[in-house]
């Protein structure tokens, strides 16, 4: 069973940082891509980051692309997300989720593509 636990969220003000942790569990946890995506009261959830098995491919979405760092290491099952130059509109559960196939090498933006899904950490950003 994956279990993947997301950490680090928090109120922060504009202008500021968090850093987001997605701990999996598992002895494949290095073997697939991991994405972040995020759900703001009242919208759908929507794409933020996603990072190939090796670390190598990563893809942001346009609304945080150069303020958004996504990382892994794999020797401690863990994915990161680096927020900086946060804004109100980042506000949003954050969600990590895990890509339903191995080894795919360019991380994908959909979330039909993630099959196990974190239960979320709470970032707020106040103006």
């Known amino acids: 069973q994956v279990q993947l636990v997301e950490s680090g969220g928090g109120l922060v003000q504009a202008g500021g940082s968090l850093r987001l942790s997605c701990a999996a569990s598992?002895?494949?946890?290095?073997?697939?891509?991991i994405g972040w995506f995020r759900q703001a009261p009242g919208k759908e959830r929507e794409f933020v980051a996603a990072?190939?098995?090796?670390?190598?491919?990563?893809y942001y979405a346009d609304s945080v692309k150069g303020r958004f760092t996504i990382s892994r290491d794999n020797a401690k099952n863990t994915v990161y997300l680096q927020m900086n130059s946060l804004k109100p509109e980042d506000t949003a559960v954050y969600y990590c989720?895990?890509?339903?196939?191995?080894?795919?090498?360019?991380?994908?933006?959909?979330?039909?593509?993630?099959?196990?899904w974190g239960q979320g950490t709470q970032v707020t950003v106040s103006s």
């Open positions: 989720a895990r890509d339903s196939t191995v080894g795919r090498t360019i991380p994908l933006p959909l979330d039909r593509q993630y099959d196990y």
């Open positions: 598992g002895r494949t946890f290095s073997s697939y891509a």
């Open positions: 990072i190939s098995w090796s670390g190598g491919r990563v």
